[in-house]
């Protein structure tokens, strides 16, 4: 299976999009289709046994639209963009041309020899040098026994255009036949023009939709400082290599990412974690691709490259996440799918009344058939949800939230109860050994190797513990999860962790007043030698900076907030008071933890489930919403709905406003879509003309619909201006 984000060439509207995806979904081997009229871009997976890109090219082109598969870095990509812009930019210069001799003419009733032909050949000229697009489209869509907006285009300008050269060309016989040889030229190209007009706005408001991962995108260095033979030399990035030692000089963007080696300094972060603090760097940190250097120089060397980078994984997830459809959008594609056909139908029906219902009235007809035509374009409905999905994606990004797709940015508006680990995320998940009663050498190599094999956060602490120690041969190693550690170390079997494991063990004198006087205040653990507890160390892992502020934000804004932890009760009832949590599980094993999920929600909550993606996977999976920690290069973003980069709780607060702000964005956003529709369709058909004579213009109903969708798009950009 294959999985692929390519753009599409040539879809005008949400119903190019509806067709393309079905092309898609039917071509043989693809097994998921997924195509964003807001990004033109389909998400295709494939089985590369059964198909090629070629085939499902070739399939995307029978349908009448184009796909890309070469792959084309940001850059050509972008290049290409404002190509296409430029184009529409063009024809829609154009189009203006050719619309105001004719529109002038028309208005003030200008006459003088030839007039109607000049409007006339105007007129036809345009359609076929600007309009031959929409034709060729159009012709596709019928070969296909579809319709989109191309069709509707082609059939209200045409109609127009070919019902005046009939005024004019049948002059006498219309007027014996008591029909005025009235023409309108201009309906054609004024539409012609406001359709240019349209899509030239929509694009730029697109375009800045799309700000987020621009910016992210524009991070990446071109070159770096890279060490050749004792000297430095400037390299261009394609050719870094793993190893590489880089010089990363102040003021300047890290490369790639990777480790420092020599040297100090503080890191601009903030592209990354949202978190303005610049973050200190010494010997064996980790740095990222895209993050700059305030001050100092420093040399690391080379890890990760190109797309295997941090931030290249960040704006795969953000792109990714941007072209997925919010549920709502099924409902909607549906609708849009069959609005065309629908809308034609209409079309006729209301020329069929305007005939049969007044006298002498071809002309009122014709115009309200091209009304209801021009008038109904979907291009709004197509635009509504994906660019406010975009804008919250983006917005997330910004502030060092991910978002997995836009079902996650859904559920995380109806959250009411989170449920926070507390290790790694209400502290700091860097604990300490404050005090321990191990002076045996022999035990505490033993200790230290069998931490060694443990990737628990106490393991690291006492692993960093110890300067001097010796790597003994473990025979045998287990992983207890939610209690401790478990090895052999020459036909004897050891254990470390929680009392409450080790509590049938004896324990000496001077452990039990070590652990009386650390019970409460710091996470006790022990190592038993058989039944025997040869030691017991107490372990500190402060709380974040900002974890009391983001629990308050939460429970001021009516959510539960729950803490629990595999922890002991004492020291989890202390840490639960300093931030402010009432509602506490203490010993709690991760498969309880699942459960505990579990009965919550058959409370009927929706729960948010905050973790570090590793240890509580489980929870994590039952929970409504999951949301992990991102702890630099390890983010599980396969795990986790939103991951949170960096350490800041307050973040969880945030990505619930975003998620409100976004769908109410995005309701009000099929509001506008439809309202023009639902309110223009009859207007548009004439019903207010029987009573108060008023029949709407084409030109003034190409008008409503470039506005319904640039307002649908501006109220999409407005939402990125909203605090969160
Ligand atoms: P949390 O829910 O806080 O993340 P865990 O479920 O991971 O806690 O662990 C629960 C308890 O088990 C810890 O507080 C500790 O006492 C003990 N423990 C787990 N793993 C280890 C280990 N590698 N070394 C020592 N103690 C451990
Ligand atoms: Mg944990």
């Known amino acids: 299976m294959e999985r692929k984000i390519l753009p599409v060439e040539g879809m005008m509207c949400a119903g190019c999009a509806n067709t393309v995806e079905k092309k898609l979904k039917n071509t043989q081997g693809v097994s998921l289709a997924r195509v964003n009229y807001a990004?033109?871009?389909?998400?295709?997976?494939?089985?590369?046994?059964?198909?090629?890109?070629?085939?499902?090219?070739?399939?995307?082109?029978?349908?009448?639209?184009?796909?890309?598969?070469?792959?084309?870095?940001?850059?050509?990509?972008?290049?290409?963009?404002?190509?296409?812009?430029?184009?529409?930019?063009?024809?829609?210069?154009?189009?203006?041309?050719?619309?105001?001799?004719?529109?002038v003419i028309s208005m003030f009733h200008i006459s003088f020899p030839y007039s109607n032909y000049i409007q006339g050949v105007l007129t036809t000229i345009c359609l076929f040098i600007l309009g031959g697009e929409f034709y060729s489209r159009a012709y596709k869509q019928l070969k296909n026994k579809s319709a989109n907006m191309d069709t509707l285009v082609v059939i209200s300008t045409s109609v127009a255009c070919i019902y005046s050269w009939s005024a004019i060309a049948f002059k006498r016989q219309w007027e014996e036949a008591n029909v005025e040889p009235q023409i309108y030229f201009e309906t054609s190209v004024v539409i012609i023009s406001f359709i240019f007009l349209g899509k030239l706005l929509e694009e730029k408001a697109k375009g800045n939709t799309s700000q987020a991962i621009k910016k992210l995108m524009g991070l990446k260095p071109k070159?770096?400082?890279?060490?050749?033979?004792?000297?430095?030399?400037?390299?261009?990035?394609?050719?870094?290599?793993?190893?590489?030692?880089?010089?990363?000089?102040?003021?300047?963007?890290?490369?790639v990412d990777g480790v420092v080696i020599?040297?100090?300094?503080?890191?601009?972060?903030?592209?990354?974690?949202?978190?303005?603090?610049?973050?200190?760097?010494?010997?064996?940190?980790?740095?990222?691709?895209?993050?700059?250097?305030?001050?100092?120089?420093?040399?690391?060397?080379?890890?990760?490259?190109?797309?295997?980078?941090?931030?290249?994984?960040?704006?795969?997830?953000?792109?990714?996440?941007?072209?997925?459809?919010?549920?709502?959008?099924?409902?909607?594609?549906?609708?849009?799918?069959?609005?065309?056909?629908?809308?034609?139908?209409?079309?006729?029906?209301?020329?069929?009344?305007?005939?049969?219902?007044?006298?002498?009235?071809?002309?009122?007809?014709?115009?309200?058939?091209?009304?209801?035509?021009?008038?109904?374009?979907?291009?709004?409905?197509?635009?509504?949800?994906p660019t406010a999905i975009m804008v919250g994606v983006g917005k997330g990004a910004e502030n060092g939230i991910l978002i997995k797709d836009a079902q996650s940015l859904e559920i995380?508006?109806?959250?009411?109860?989170?449920?926070?680990?507390?290790?790694?995320?209400?502290?700091?998940?860097?604990?300490?050994?404050?005090?321990?009663?191990?002076?045996?050498?022999?035990?505490?190599?033993?200790?230290?190797?069998?931490?060694?094999?443990?990737?628990?956060?106490?393991?690291?602490?006492?692993?960093?513990?110890?300067?001097?120690?010796?790597?003994?041969?473990?025979?045998?190693?287990?992983?207890?999860?939610?209690?401790?550690?478990?090895?052999?170390?020459?036909?004897?079997?050891?254990?470390?962790?929680?009392?409450?494991?080790?509590?049938?063990?004896?324990?000496?004198?001077?452990?039990?007043?070590?652990?009386?006087?650390?019970?409460?205040?710091?996470?006790?653990?022990?190592?038993?030698?058989?039944?025997?507890?040869?030691?017991v160390a107490a372990v500190t892992d402060p709380v974040k900076e900002n974890s009391k502020k983001a629990i308050e934000q939460l429970k001021n804004s009516g959510i539960e907030v729950y803490m629990i932890t595999g922890d002991g009760e004492k020291n989890s009832e202390k840490i639960a008071q300093k931030v402010g949590i009432n509602l506490y599980r203490w010993e709690v094993k991760p498969s309880e933890k699942?459960?505990?999920?579990?009965?919550?929600?058959?409370?009927?909550?929706?729960?948010?489930?905050?973790?570090?993606?590793?240890?509580?996977?489980?929870?994590?999976?039952?929970?409504?919403?999951?949301i992990a920690m991102g702890k630099?290069?390890?983010?599980?973003?396969?795990?986790?709905?939103?991951?949170?980069?960096?350490?800041?709780?307050?973040?969880?607060?945030?990505?619930?406003?975003?998620?409100?702000?976004?769908?109410?964005?995005?309701?009000?956003?099929?509001f506008w879509a439809f309202i023009y529709n639902v309110i223009g369709i009859p207007i548009a058909a004439g019903v207010l003309y029987p009573k108060f004579g008023f029949l709407l213009n084409p030109m003034i109903a190409s008008l409503a619909m470039v506005f319904s969708s640039v307002s649908v798009v501006t109220n999409s950009l407005r939402s990125a201006k909203k605090n969160i």
Not at 324 to 349: E, T
Not at 507 to 525: C, D, F, P, R, Y
């Open 594 to 626: 699942q459960d505990f999920i579990k009965s919550l929600q058959e409370k009927g909550k929706k729960i948010a489930m905050v973790g570090d993606g590793i240890n509580d996977s489980q929870a994590l999976a039952q929970a409504d919403l999951s």
């Open 39 to 103: 990004t033109q871009k389909a998400t295709i997976e494939f089985d590369s046994e059964k198909t090629s890109l070629k085939k499902i090219k070739k399939s995307v082109e029978d349908a009448g639209y184009g796909l890309v598969i070469d792959y084309m870095t940001g850059e050509e990509i972008e290049e290409k963009k404002k190509k296409q812009y430029e184009k529409l930019k063009r024809n829609f210069y154009v189009s203006l041309l050719f619309s105001i001799p004719v529109f």
């Open 632 to 670: 630099g290069s390890d983010i599980a973003m396969d795990v986790a709905q939103i991951t949170l980069m960096g350490s800041d709780l307050t973040k969880i607060k945030k990505a619930i406003s975003l998620s409100k702000i976004t769908l109410k964005t995005l309701k009000e956003n099929l």
């Open 262 to 385: 020599q040297g100090e300094s503080y890191v601009d972060e903030s592209m990354i974690t949202g978190e303005p603090m610049a973050v200190k760097k010494r010997k064996g940190d980790r740095v990222f691709s895209g993050t700059i250097n305030q001050r100092g120089s420093f040399q690391m060397s080379a890890e990760k490259l190109a797309e295997q980078t941090l931030l290249a994984s960040i704006i795969k997830a953000v792109e990714e996440a941007q072209t997925s459809k919010a549920p709502i959008q099924r409902l909607v594609d549906k609708i849009s799918s069959v609005f065309v056909p629908v809308v034609i139908a209409i079309a006729f029906i209301t020329f069929g009344c305007w005939i049969s219902l007044a006298e002498n009235s071809l002309l009122q007809a014709l115009q309200s058939f091209v009304n209801v035509i021009v008038i109904a374009c979907p291009c709004a409905l197509g635009l509504a949800t």
């Open 223 to 255: 070159s770096a400082l890279v060490k050749n033979e004792d000297k430095w030399a400037e390299k261009p990035l394609e050719e870094v290599v793993k190893g590489d030692i880089i010089l990363v000089k102040s003021g300047q963007k890290i490369a």
């Open 412 to 535: 995380a508006s109806k959250v009411d109860v989170v449920v926070m680990d507390k290790t790694g995320t209400i502290t700091q998940g860097k604990p300490q050994i404050v005090e321990h009663s191990f002076e045996n050498q022999c035990d505490i190599n033993v200790l230290i190797s069998i931490e060694n094999c443990s990737q628990h956060p106490i393991a690291k602490a006492v692993v960093e513990n110890w300067s001097e120690w010796e790597n003994f041969n473990i025979e045998y190693f287990e992983n207890i999860v939610g209690y401790g550690v478990r090895g052999n170390y020459l036909g004897q079997d050891y254990r470390v962790g929680s009392l409450e494991w080790l509590k049938d063990c004896q324990m000496g004198e001077q452990e039990k007043k070590l652990v009386e006087k650390w019970s409460g205040n710091a996470t006790l653990i022990a190592m038993a030698k058989g039944e025997k507890i040869v030691g």
